[in-house]
């Protein structure tokens, strides 16, 4: 017969005593168990103890998570939480470095548990911790020369237990003080300083950033992206990791007359190569976190086109519509510009009708029209010309090609460039967050400045060669942009 679903049995160990094997009713509160554990032992005052498992998580039982316990499970007897947590603001602000070092040894770990964390940050020890970053590392300033690995692992588990205490979300960001967020971020600014204090502070200025608007100021002002660059030269992947992860958190909580000005930066050819070179290119394989920061980074570069994708065109607009009219004379090399006053009003406007429709427009009067549907809006105009400018042989030829076929087989460029600006909004989710969750990053948007345009530049070309394949009438126009862009299978 099968024990009630309510009792399992456990292993319990207590240091230097056999360990016990027990069966467990999670029906009776968690402090009479405790106490039947303490009895068996003949310990006295089981309000002292409690229970965690013995794996490497250590955390202790709660009646919150004790359903979580299995058949099998070994658990161990320990202090309490509260117990343990005085215990170690006790210890950690021994005047024995060797003490205060285990101390802070013991509570980095300790601080990984909820149950834990919340006594120790109840006896203020967040504040405890700050302090001695802000004020111990000048105590012992005078020690490090000679103390160097002591006082290295001090400050590692220091800001460990720091980070562990916070990713709890108990406590706000908003309460650290100028001189904390100064110390974290010399840390990272300095040329040589201990890889796990390094990894932990920039962890430290990303949740600070991606936490409270105020630390984003305070932050941007301690950090550039030239500091951080060293970091994505070395061969730490992870260091490499978290770099960009705080690159990518300035990014996101800049305002908007920053963005653009991060934005020039993060396009520098410096950063991308270096990025190709020390991170996308090196050799090994780059992990999931790594992937995802990437992938953030990709999303946040390419977000700043949203602006010009919702912008409509102003068919009243003149600089807006000088920008057809230069697409008109790089494809026709017209020798009379827009403004010269040659020729009847009318002979001109047919020439132009004329040349709109073999452009591929779908108002061949007024093809500013085509540019008020958003998406994709202007950014579709930009694409446009940015490919009649950078790559102005395969754009006369695609224009030209197309003008000389008949009307049915004409692959209207004008038409497909604005379908096509709009599918690769899509694909690449411009405008929208980045997922938490995804790694899908693609090596070739790091290696250009003008990423975004080349792979417009790239499609269009493809597309025109598969609507020359097919053989294609306009009634396969959105065949062809299926085949050309999901069905070839783009990002």
């Known amino acids: 017969m099968p024990p009630p679903a309510d009792i399992v ?8 005593a056999y360990p016990k094997l027990m069966e467990i009713d999670q029906k009776k509160p968690l402090s009479a168990i405790i106490k039947e554990v303490c009895d068996g032992w003949s310990l006295p005052n089981h309000e002292y103890f409690a229970l965690q498992h013995a794996d490497s998580s250590n955390f202790y039982i ?3 998570n004790r359903n979580e316990i299995k058949n099998g499970t070994i658990l161990r007897l320990t202090k309490s939480p509260a117990q343990n947590a005085q215990q170690l603001h006790e210890r950690i602000q021994s005047s024995s470095m060797d003490a205060k070092l285990e101390a802070l040894k013991d509570l980095a ?6 149950t834990f964390a919340q006594e120790f940050i109840n006896l203020d020890g967040i504040s405890l911790l700050t302090q001695m970053v802000e004020s111990g590392t000048e105590r012992y300033q005078k020690l490090q020369k000679i ?3 002591c006082f290295g692992d001090m400050l590692s588990f220091t800001l460990t237990a720091f980070v562990e205490l916070m990713d709890h979300g108990i406590v706000s960001w908003d309460t650290f003080s100028v001189a904390f967020i100064k110390k974290i971020a010399s840390f990272v600014n300095k040329s040589a300083i201990d890889i796990s204090i390094l990894q932990r502070s920039l962890a430290i200025l990303e949740s600070m950033v991606l936490n409270s608007h105020d630390l984003y100021q305070k932050v941007a002002q301690e950090i550039t992206i030239g500091q951080l660059i060293p970091h994505l030269q070395g061969s730490d992947q992870e260091i490499q990791t978290y770099t960009i992860a705080v690159i990518n958190a300035l990014f996101l909580k800049a305002p908007d007359d920053r963005r653009q000005e991060m934005a020039n930066i993060l396009a520098q050819k410096q950063l991308r190569s270096i990025i190709l070179t020390h991170v996308i290119r090196a050799q090994r394989a780059i992990n999931n976190e790594m992937a995802h920061q990437l992938y953030v980074l990709q999303v946040l570069t390419f977000n700043l086109l949203e602006d010009r994708m919702m912008t409509k065109m102003d068919p009243q607009d003149q600089a807006q519509r000088d920008i057809i009219f230069e697409l008109r004379r790089i494809a026709f090399d017209a020798e009379s510009e827009p403004n010269n006053s040659s020729g009847s009003m009318e002979k001109r406007k047919s020439m132009y009708t004329r040349d709109y429709k073999k452009l591929g427009f779908i108002n061949h009067v ?14 579709a105009l930009d694409n446009m010309l940015y490919f009649a400018k950078h790559h102005q042989d395969a754009y006369i030829r695609i224009v030209l090609e197309n003008s000389s076929r008949e009307d049915k087989h004409e692959c209207p460029f004008g038409r497909s460039s604005i379908e096509l600006t709009k599918m690769l909004c899509e694909i690449l989710k411009v405008g929208e967050l980045p997922s938490e969750t995804c790694n899908d990053f693609h090596p070739m948007f790091f290696t250009h400045d003008r990423s975004f345009e080349e792979f417009f530049c790239i499609c269009i070309q493809l597309l025109n060669k598969t609507w020359k394949e097919m053989r294609a009438t306009s009634e396969d126009f959105n065949k062809v942009m299926w085949i050309s862009g999901r069905g070839r299978g783009f990002p």
């Open 109 to 114: 770990s300790l601080s990984r548990d909820v």
């Open 147 to 149: 103390m160097k690995p």
């Open 366 to 379: 007024n093809p500013a029209m085509d540019f008020t549907q958003t998406p994709p809006g202007m950014l």
């Open 9 to 16: 049995k456990v292993a319990i160990e207590w240091p230097g």
């Open 62 to 64: 709660t009646e919150k």
